[in-house]
């Protein structure tokens, strides 16, 4: 059956990507929980990684599509998730384990009491492409509120965003830090070649919202068509420090006297 609408297409691309890499080996209950091992590089028979992968897929992207229940605060029951095929195997504390241990924050684990009845809930705590998922989000009122926004990406796709602006593509937001890459928990990939600031202050007077996850990552969906266009970025320079000198292409600073601080 053909897919109807972008979002089907779209979720069918992850579920290619993701799920069928993944969700067609079950958990091993056996394997060796090291935690460590994500620091160097991944490799796919890694427990860590396989589980990661999993979890990130489903919460993120693919409850829907996978036919997991999950409430449009981003949650889903951890009993009905260890129920799934591709997590069976695995059991609450090897979970807690993983949303303790991630160093990005990227998981929320609770548990609720109802009518006298506990439960566990896990949720991602930003990242979704889902519709109609929204997390508990604090709004930003003012480019004071945050240090900075800043989004990292890599010299090639700075090619476009020069001339397009940066995109939430799939996602229901655009990701953006509150740091520089060495200093950041969550918001920009450590491989970062061109540091993106934004000009906040600029973006909320346009009616552009901002907002603040769980875990410290600035989200916005951006304008009507999902992007922050380029007049709305304050500076761009390479995340090397031995570049900072060093002109970005594409790349034209502003004049001093309009010139807006980056930390903003």
């Not at 069976?88 to 548990?111: A, C, F, M, P, T």
């Not at 990242?127 to 508990?136: D, F, L």
């Not at 602006?165 to 996602?171: A, D, E, I, Q, V």
């Not at 970062?192 to 603040?212: M, N, R």
């Amino acid at each position: 059956m053909a897919l109807s609408t972008p979002f089907q297409q779209r979720v069918q691309k992850l579920a290619t990507v993701f799920s069928v890499r993944y969700s067609s080996r079950r958990i091993d209950p056996k394997a060796n929980f090291d935690s460590s091992r994500r620091r160097g590089p991944q490799k796919e028979g890694d427990f860590f990684y396989r589980v990661t992968r999993e979890l990130s897929y489903l919460l993120r992207h693919g409850a829907l599509h996978e036919r997991v229940p999950i409430r449009p605060d981003g949650y889903v029951n951890v009993d009905t998730l260890l129920k799934h095929p591709p997590m069976r195997g695995l059991g609450l504390n090897e979970l807690r384990r993983i949303v303790s241990q991630d160093n990005k924050s990227r998981y929320n684990l609770r548990r609720e009491i109802v009518d006298g009845v506990g439960s566990w809930w896990i949720r991602a705590n930003q990242g979704h492409s889902m519709p109609g998922i929204t997390p508990e989000l604090e709004p930003i009122m003012s480019s004071k509120d945050i240090p900075m926004a800043v989004h990292g990406t890599t010299l090639a796709a700075w090619t476009l965003i020069s001339k397009s602006g940066l995109s939430r593509m799939t996602r229901n937001h655009i990701h953006l830090a509150q740091g520089y890459v060495g200093s950041v928990i969550s918001g920009m990939r450590k491989s970062s070649q061109i540091l993106v600031f934004i000009d906040v202050s600029k973006a909320l007077e346009a009616g552009i919202p901002f907002f603040l996850s769980s875990n410290g990552v600035v989200l916005t969906p951006g304008d009507s068509d999902g992007y922050l266009q380029p007049n709305f970025f304050s500076n761009v320079r390479y995340a090397n420090p031995t570049k900072l000198a060093d002109p970005v292409p594409g790349w034209t600073a502003l004049p001093r006297a309009t010139r807006t601080s980056p930390t903003h």
